[in-house]
């Protein structure tokens, strides 16, 4: 079966840093997405890790340990703006399969 | 680019009556998805296309849904007879070869039956 795991809710507090995980057991994996969904809004496109290690993209960077079923998303320097849901996403064979979304909120 | 065109954004409907929600991907993708988002439930694929061929309907809830691609520029996923269980936000993405840069997501169809 296909199961991804992530915390339901965090909150934060602006210029912090935190860090959201993910667990995933899927059959055919072949990588690991982190998208941000703000409410009312689209899915985008935040990281990708094919790989084991850490991929930095400015105050973003995300994790992969393939071998643990385990992935990460840091944000640092949190800004208000940064309040949404982050969304843990296993690429199946040749689709995406998502967790439920972890809600995030950045208080001042 | 336009992005990916969803219409219409918000449908209110009535129990028992046809729903069609429509899809035009960004031109010159090859995938095209539907899904289902729900606060208990998250995000779920429900079919996906490939060069207008669907290669996987195992997440269509019951044949009360179909989906169609008559070409490489529209979708529609419709809903025959509608229940108030399929109130969700239906989001239509695509991509480019295996989703090795992402989906594309359009700005979803927010669908409540009563």
């Known amino acids: 079966g296909q199961n991804i795991d992530q915390p339901t809710e965090m909150t934060a507090t602006e210029g912090a840093i935190v860090q959201i995980n993910c667990t995933y057991q899927t059959s055919g994996f072949n990588g690991l997405f982190w998208y941000q969904q703000h409410a009312g809004e689209a899915p985008t496109f935040l990281s990708y890790n094919v790989l084991d290690g850490l991929e930095e993209k400015g105050r973003f960077s995300s994790f992969l340990s393939r071998s643990k079923g385990y992935s990460y998303l840091l944000l640092k320097e949190l800004q208000m703006k940064d309040s949404a849901s982050y969304l843990c996403?296993?690429?199946?064979?040749?689709?995406?399969?998502f967790g439920t979304g972890t809600r995030l909120q950045v208080f001042p | 680019d336009a992005g990916v065109i969803q219409s219409p954004r918000h449908e209110v409907t009535e129990m028992g009556q046809e729903v069609t929600l429509r899809c035009k991907p960004i031109?010159?993708?090859?995938?095209l998805f539907w899904y289902r988002q729900t606060m208990m439930r998250g995000l779920e694929l429900l079919i996906y296309?490939?060069?207008?061929?669907?290669?996987?309907d195992s997440g269509m809830p019951e044949d009360r849904f179909s989906a169609k691609m008559p070409n490489a520029s529209f979708s529609t996923l419709k809903i025959q007879p509608s229940e108030p269980r399929d109130s969700a936000v239906y989001f239509c993405?695509?991509?480019?070869?295996?989703?090795?840069?992402?989906?594309?997501f359009g700005s979803g169809t927010r669908l409540t039956v009563v």
């Open positions: 993405a695509s991509s480019l070869g295996m989703a090795l840069y992402g989906y594309t």
């Open positions: 296309f490939n060069n207008n061929v669907p290669i996987d």
């Open positions: 031109s010159g993708h090859d995938y």
């Open positions: 996403a296993a690429y199946n064979t040749d689709k995406l399969i």
